[in-house]
């Protein structure tokens, strides 16, 4: 008998993906045991192209044969090349020292169309005469979204089926529906890449759902990223075309061993439907009396559809989607509603959320008009406040069918909010206008018709990683709200915000947050797929870009002119594989992407040969939204001037390691000398002999001293200064997005752990937990989002939902509950666990999933007592460094101590649980009280812009 579990088996980080085109997929799978030391010495894995050949133990496909080794993530498949449409069955045999070996239950992945020549489809779009032959549709112009096409194509299947796969893609979001079910549950499918570059196309198994005989595939057509409005431009067609189009190819093998094709072609036939525009900033608009029952079933009678239109195919590749979809991941009732005025009512979901609100209504006459308006905040007069959405007018209406129960969401449009206001009106022009006092009556009525408001909160499913508590509400809070806002903004892109006319995928909020993202969910195939959209962003020069995908920049582009090179955003383009190294132990990310990370630091130091990064600066945003914030572009300080030569040194570092991990010897060492002479310019311009920078902020301190850009004799009267910069603000932060990420861990790292507590415990104006004591339930985009002397902030940029500011996620991680990496191994096979217990908090917990299994770290600390609970996954080790006086006894559950280093007694832990304990004082954080005092009346607080 053995305790030893296999689990978890991925490929390409998914679980069993269909219709990938990745020729050498990655495998990778967890052991779960409770046996102390559990330790795979062996695999073997083989992959078949049967079920049936698997559990006879042959692997036609592979058979990697027995492999002395601990490696369970990453095993590139070494197999026979793989084709188109193949299905891979597989699992893993696994020894360990003390068991018989243990064989994995099977998994599998499938390949998706490699080959160009594998589509037979055609491109469709609809006919344009549609529109014209339909009074209540619209056209689709610049700036005003059209009717979107709904297609259809019925088809014989002769005989039982064996397997039946269809594989789709749109100029557009496509729904996919077959014998009137939808297919699949996946949202604004098949999601943004850059379409000048790539287009991705998903593939889904229907075998399920055909039947012998006639059936029929149907589909509709939105705007979405590639048609629609995107950012804040003041016109639709980023990618220069207002038309959709639809590739749909199904293939149904049928058991006689026949193929039958069914694609998209003239012979589809296409129509307007029930959606009259849906639009991602505008909202929706639905009228169910337009509903035609079945039109996506096979019995439909479709005379007066039209015949749908080849149009040309792209000229940019067709690629497999190989990222988690969007879906509908959470739905929520509303925690409270209120009656605004006669017919108009907010409903509160308690949780600001990306998404909208399936309607459930009964018995409301035909032509009822529902109206739904979205907002993050309430006016000070309970009214709905939309200020600060810009131009997104973020409105539903639904125009119901009438009678009975009818439930509707929209399709191709999502909303940012927490409050949604609900106004009813009558059948518009049905009967002669009534007085008003009757008309409130009316519309009194009809609210009771309303039978249900439910918010469907939507984004990527990236699998939960971790979760953290402690004993302090406002930090729980603080925490779930930085969860909430990736959950918002993780939207097949990292956007910055998803309510207001944005909602890009800007590359310096992504890269400030990524490594807490990396904590809160396993994002490794999210970002995968996203650093393509930077590359694809990349210019010949070597130029990233400030946001990905690129949006393409034309005569209709309103904006900050080119959205390239800003140091903090472009630096994501080196940051993002490094950090997906670091994490999960990607090698590959930085393989592919290592020449694109070579140009982009080889541009920046042919235009400035002096080692101080002064030139071709972009919009040199600076240290965004700090205090004072500066949010000019393109404007020149010494402080913008440190922060962009700070990422380039560490770009440069990062770029000396990775080659290091590459074995790229000679890059290594170019790489290493680019960094020596950054950093001795760096020294020369802005270092003072006393350790004290010629800028002196925050983030100058931070950045200087999380890239290591001072001598190490100056380090320790560094971050002295950066206290007293604290201290000086009367114990405030007063960074911005690139500066924040940095604040607590480095304070902590530099023996200050007791000032990052004191911050992280603060409420009062600027603080993190400000915006939680006042109700927040996202991170908030500005320190000053709304304060209580002056409400709500200008509301040209003022958002609830942007997470950068919620990067202290990563801290109470890594240095409160103490789940660090290993500062030489990449991906957690090796960890450190090396809590800094502080002031305020009596205990902490935290699990982290990571892909060798589920760490543990809970500590209490009561008294003078120390007790810590932690959890070494299987086929790993940690070092473990218990928080201890120094010549106090320790109690380590069976660990040897081999070392101490300060107030930390350090044992190596094999694979298992422990318990450990010890004396420590409650030092310097019992001193700090918490939270503490409020800045006294009349004196000047440090503000925001
Ligand atoms: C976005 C940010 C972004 C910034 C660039 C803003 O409009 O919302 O989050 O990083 O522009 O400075």
Known sequence: MTDLRITNLRCEYLVAPLGIDERAPRLSWQLESDRRGARQI??????????????????????????????????????????????????????????????????????????????????????????????????????????????????????????????????????????????????????????????????????????????????????????????????????????????????????????????????????????????????????????????????????????????????????????????????????????????????????????????????????????LRHGERLNPDATLYTENLRRAQAADTYLCRGGGEEVWMPHFTFHGFQFVELSVEPTVGSTAQPPAGACNAIRDKLMHGIAGVTGCVIGSVTPPAGHFACSHSGVNRLWLNGVWSQRDNFLSVPTDCPQRDERLGWMGDAQVFLRTATCNRDVAAFFTKWMIDVEDAQTTDGVFPDTAPRLREGENFVGLGNLGGSAGWADAGVIVPYTLWRVYGDRRIVERHWDAMVKWVDWIDRHNPSGLRLNQLGNNYGDWLCIPSDTSFGTHSPMKNLLA??????????????????????????????????????????????????????????????????????????????????????WHLSTGFIGISHLNPILTLTGHADVAYRLLLRDDYPSWLYPVKHGATTIWERWNGWTKEDGFFNPQMNSFNHYSLGSVGEWLFRHVAGIELDPDVGGFQRFVLQPFPGAGLSWANATYQTMHGEIASAWKHRGNKFTWKIRVPPNTTARVCLPSEPGTPVSTDGLAVIDRIGNFAICEAPAGCYELQSTLRVSSAKRVKTPVARTRAGKKKPRGK
């Open 42 to 371: 062996a695999y073997r894995v083989r992959v078949a192209s049967a079920p049936a050949l698997l559990e006879r133990g042959t692997g036609d496909l592979w058979d990697s044969g027995r492999l002395e080794s601990a490696q369970t993530t990453h095993v590139v498949y070494a197999g026979r090349a793989l084709r188109s449409r193949e299905v891979c069955h597989w699992s893993v045999e696994v020894w360990t020292a003390s068991v018989p070996s243990v064989l994995s239950v099977p998994s599998l992945w499938s390949m998706g169309l490699l080959e160009a020549c594998d589509w037979h489809s055609r491109w469709i779009a609809a006919d344009s005469e549609i529109i014209r032959r339909d009074p209540a549709a619209v056209a689709s112009t610049l700036t005003e979204p059209g009717t979107p096409g709904f297609f259809r194509r019925a088809f014989d299947v002769p005989g039982p089926v064996k397997r039946a796969t269809v594989y789709a893609s749109a100029r557009g979001l496509f729904e996919l529906r077959l014998n009137g079910q939808r297919v699949g549950d996946d949202l604004f499918a098949p999601e943004w890449t850059d379409y000048d570059k790539r287009i991705q196309y998903r593939a889904y198994d229907v075998t399920a759902m055909l039947a012998m005989g006639r059936n029929a595939l149907g589909a509709i057509l939105g705007d979405g990223w590639w048609s629609g409005y995107v950012g804040w431009q003041e016109t639709r067609g980023r990618y220069g075309s207002l038309e959709n189009s639809l590739l749909v190819q199904l293939e149904v093998e049928l058991a006689s061993g026949t193929t039958l094709t069914v694609g998209t072609d003239a012979a589809w036939q296409c129509a307007t439907g029930p959606i009259l525009s849906s639009d991602f900033m505008m909202g929706e608009v639905y009228d169910a009396r337009r509903e035609r029952a079945g039109w996506d079933g096979p019995d439909f009678v479709d005379q007066a559809w039209l015949p749908a239109c080849e149009v040309a195919p792209p000229t940019v590749p067709l690629v497999a989607q190989c990222s988690d979809p969007v879906r509908i991941t959470e739905e929520l009732e509303p925690v409270a509603q209120r009656k605004i005025r006669s017919g108009v009512f907010i409903y509160d979901l308690g949780q600001n959320i990306s998404g909208w609100v399936r309607l459930r209504v009964a018995d409301l006459p035909a032509g009822t008009r529902l109206t």
């Open 645 to 730: 030569t700070a990422y380039w040194a560490d770009d440069a570092a990062k770029l000396a390691r990775l080659a290091r991990v590459l074995g790229r010897d000679a890059e290594a060492q170019r790489f290493s000398a680019m960094f020596e002479k950054i950093r001795a310019a760096f020294q020369q311009e802005w270092l003072r002999p006393d350790g004290q920078l010629a800028v002196e902020t925050q983030t100058a301190y931070l950045l200087a001293l999380a890239f290591h850009l001072l001598p190490e004799e100056v380090r320790a009267r560094a971050a002295a200064r950066l206290v007293e910069n604290i201290r000086a603000l009367d």
